[in-house]
């Protein structure tokens, strides 16, 4: 992995372009990590950027809020930020994370004709692809050259990661869709769930439900449980001064000792960190 950045222009998060002059126009590309700091960031604008803002996660845990809701994503993740929009993501070490702006006339049309949303933020676990890696290191490595049709250049390379990130994820969406059993665990993750509960709900044994669940969100069903545990848990630190307790309990963990123990070891600090680093 190359430790650098490219910006066509401007101040990094402080002057981003909104053009139609071209297609496709690469604003800014790099790849982020913390190894040592959890990490936590905002758009500096006041009413947000005004390009495209693409995240890929290659390491670590990533968190971000959108609609109110907070989506815990891991390795494989993307993430999309519309224009306008005023996004804020956060981390523990160590992670690493891939990104690009980008703009265009172009830009708005290629996400809709790939599946992803143009006008709404997008965040979602998937498949982890070294190809995405591998075309985010020669879009770093050609902008340090300053070849003749540089620009193209990316835009071409932007597009065929775009067009991976789609092409993987219809290949995963051709599994059932497990409705049911997801409506169930939304509706009851901070209790006790059992698989075999699920599977009868999408009429599988066990082993094929685990299966069938882990191909179409990229994780297993108790991942998937613990993820929106802990997000609830996130929340509640930011959102309320319950007592750590209370938070775990209202979290789905009674124990307070196991609560805290499961969200160091997954979200790198301990509760009382968290809140004191994020709110």
């Keep these: 992995m190359k430790h650098l950045l490219y910006r066509s222009d401007g101040i990094i998060n402080q002057k981003s372009i909104r053009s139609t002059d071209k297609p496709l126009i690469i604003n800014l590309v790099n790849d982020c990590f913390t190894n040592i700091e959890p990490f936590s960031y905002n758009t500096y604008n006041a009413i947000g950027r005004e390009d495209y803002f693409l995240i890929y996660v290659t390491d670590g845990i990533f968190n971000t809020k959108i609609n109110g809701i907070t989506h815990r994503l891991k390795k494989g993740a993307v ?5 306008k929009f005023k996004f804020h993501y956060w981390g523990a070490p160590p992670s690493k994370y891939l990104c690009a702006h980008f703009t265009g006339s172009y830009a708005e049309g290629l996400l809709k004709d790939l599946g992803f949303p143009s006008e709404q933020p997008y965040a979602q676990d998937g498949e982890f692809l070294p190809k995405i890696v591998d075309l985010f290191d020669k879009m770093i490595e050609q902008s340090l050259t300053n070849a003749p ?40 993750y901070t209790e006790k769930i059992e698989i075999p509960h699920l599977a009868k709900l999408e009429g599988l044994s066990n082993s094929r439900y685990i299966v069938v669940f882990s191909k179409e969100m990229g994780k297993t069903p108790r991942e998937y449980i613990l993820d929106l545990r802990l997000a609830r848990a996130c929340d509640l630190l930011l959102s309320t001064d319950m007592e750590i307790n ?11 000792y196991f609560f805290s123990k499961i969200f160091k070891k997954h979200m790198g600090i301990s509760p009382q960190e968290y809140r004191k680093t994020h709110k």
Excluded at 153 to 179: F, M, P, V, W
Aim: glycine share 6%; charged share 20%.
């Design 79 to 83: 993430v999309i930020f519309p224009p």
């Design 149 to 188: 049709f540089l620009k193209q250049s990316l835009a071409c390379l932007l597009e065929e990661i775009l067009l991976t990130i789609a092409t993987s994820k219809a290949r995963n969406s051709g599994y059932r869709t497990l409705k049911s059993s997801i409506k169930y665990i939304h509706a009851n």
């Design 246 to 256: 209370q938070v775990g309990a209202s979290s789905g963990y009674k124990d307070q």
